[in-house]
């Protein structure tokens, strides 16, 4: 049977299992600091209506900085504290918390507390959210403080507009600018 969201009662079933259980059901990306991502129901799976993501923050640890989608974005804390600021304002998440965030919302995050946290979000429509973290994670797993990578950063941010971009007319023009000396330095890219 197909849920509302086209995801199949098996499927939902085995993705509940390993949120409830820290199993993992399909790629994971871990860096170096321990921040973990996991697609845990591609849009593939929903024709496209939803992406799942797991996202694993270490204490510390900041997410992407302050941007915004054209599409609805769903955090849903599972364990630890998640420090957000949505629109301007600050909040702090706690587990079993969740925040939806209309399209054009301006937001970041980060795990200001002393254990992991584990967030699922949710990005409805897909669009090509899962494509462009996919190539994010890979990138940022090559090492940030590689000049080449955050060359190739800006590149991915600035071919994905129609996905994320940064928030404010300042960061949207740096990223614009740091692509095109990525693309002037013959970076392949993401």
């Known amino acids: 049977m197909v849920q509302g969201n086209g995801v199949s009662d098996g499927f939902a079933r085995q993705r509940l299992a390993c949120l409830?259980?820290?199993?993992?059901?399909?790629?994971?990306?871990?860096?170096?600091?321990?921040?973990?991502?996991?697609?845990?129901?591609?849009?593939a799976q929903t024709d496209g209506r939803l992406v799942e993501v797991l996202f694993t923050l270490p204490p510390g640890r900041r997410g992407p900085p302050s941007h915004l989608h054209r599409h609805v974005e769903e955090w849903e804390v599972l364990a630890g504290t998640l420090e957000a600021r949505v629109g301007g304002k600050r909040r702090t998440l706690a587990a079993g918390a969740s925040l939806s965030i209309p399209p054009g919302t301006a937001h970041t995050f980060r795990n200001g507390g002393e254990q992991p946290t584990r967030v699922l979000d949710r990005h409805r429509p897909a669009g090509r959210f899962e494509e462009f973290v996919r190539k994010e994670m890979a990138l940022s797993a090559e090492g940030l403080h590689q000049p080449s990578v955050l060359l190739r950063l800006a590149m991915l941010w600035h071919g994905y507009r129609?996905?994320?971009?940064?928030?404010?007319?300042?960061?949207?023009?740096l990223v614009s600018v740091l692509a095109a000396l990525g693309r002037r330095l013959g970076l392949a890219p993401p």
């Not at 409830?20 to 849009?43: F, H, K, Q, R, W």
């Open 20 to 43: 409830l259980y820290n199993c993992t059901m399909g790629d994971v990306v871990t860096l170096s600091d321990g921040t973990a991502l996991e697609i845990v129901t591609p849009a």
């Open 162 to 173: 129609d996905t994320q971009v940064p928030a404010g007319r300042a960061p949207r023009a």
